[in-house]
């Protein structure tokens, strides 16, 4: 079982709607990451959270600690949203430990207008 | 600073021929990262330096692949030998180590997308 798993795999949403995906993980954390990637494999960060909610434009993030899972929000889709959003977490930090990121498969949202 | 670069941005080669790729990172991160990412899978970590030193290696990192960051900015990765299986998306992320405190700043380069045929 992958320490970082995202729900759903494929999302279709028609524009306006509102997207809620989805990131659980294992592991103790010290930072979690959403992360968005086009085609052509540029991947530029959303969020970083170690705890609480983040609001940008119209993306808001939220992490519950306890319970080990985090939400990636969007408002009022757009086509232009369309893209692969990843989760990644940085896990507890341990004597010797690096800061790698472990990384969910992605979810890969298209929005139709 | 234009972010982290990575060059080239394609690669294509024949199998069995050595490749470099480049990251240059933001110029005030102390810390690099390599991951790997092929088709329809997140990316997964291959190695990082903190300044000049190679501070960890994934046991994806086979000995035909090596790493240097040799005045603690611009980093290379080789490949030596190449296989089909090394096909995938390289991509290069730094990030900023304040002592003893978080994390700060991760940033990702474009990648260097290599097709080995």
């Known amino acids: 079982k992958n320490e970082v798993e995202q729900s759903p795999q494929n999302l279709t949403a028609q524009e306006g709607e509102f997207i809620t995906i989805n990131c659980s993980y294992s592991v103790g954390i010290s930072a979690l990451h959403w992360l968005q990637q086009h085609p052509g494999g540029g991947i530029v960060s959303l969020f970083m959270l170690s705890s609480g909610k983040k609001k940008h434009g119209r993306l808001i993030a939220t992490i519950n600690i306890q319970e080990k899972h985090s939400s990636l929000h969007i408002t009022a889709s757009h086509p232009r949203d369309s893209a692969v959003y990843i989760c990644?977490?940085?896990?507890?930090?341990?004597?010797?430990?690096?800061?790698?990121?472990?990384f969910g498969k992605g979810t890969k949202l298209t929005v139709n207008p | 600073d234009t972010g982290v670069s990575q060059d080239p941005r394609h690669k294509i080669t024949k199998r069995g021929q050595n490749v470099t790729f480049r990251c240059d990172p933001i110029s005030e991160h102390n810390r690099l990262y390599w991951y790997r990412q092929t088709l329809g899978q997140g990316p997964e970590f291959l190695t990082y330096?903190?300044?000049?030193?190679?501070?960890?290696k994934s046991r994806l990192l086979s000995d035909r692949f090596s790493a240097e960051r040799p005045k603690g900015s611009f980093s290379t990765l080789e490949i030596q030998r190449t296989e089909q299986g090394d096909s995938a998306m390289y991509l290069c992320?730094?990030?900023?180590?304040?002592?003893?405190?978080?994390?700060?700043?991760?940033?990702f380069g474009s990648g260097t997308r290599l097709t080995v045929v």
């Open positions: 330096f903190q300044n000049e030193a190679q501070l960890e």
């Open positions: 992320a730094s990030s900023f180590l304040f002592s003893g405190s978080k994390n700060y700043g991760y940033t």
């Open positions: 990644a977490v940085r896990k507890s930090r341990y004597p010797g430990g690096s800061e790698k990121l472990v």
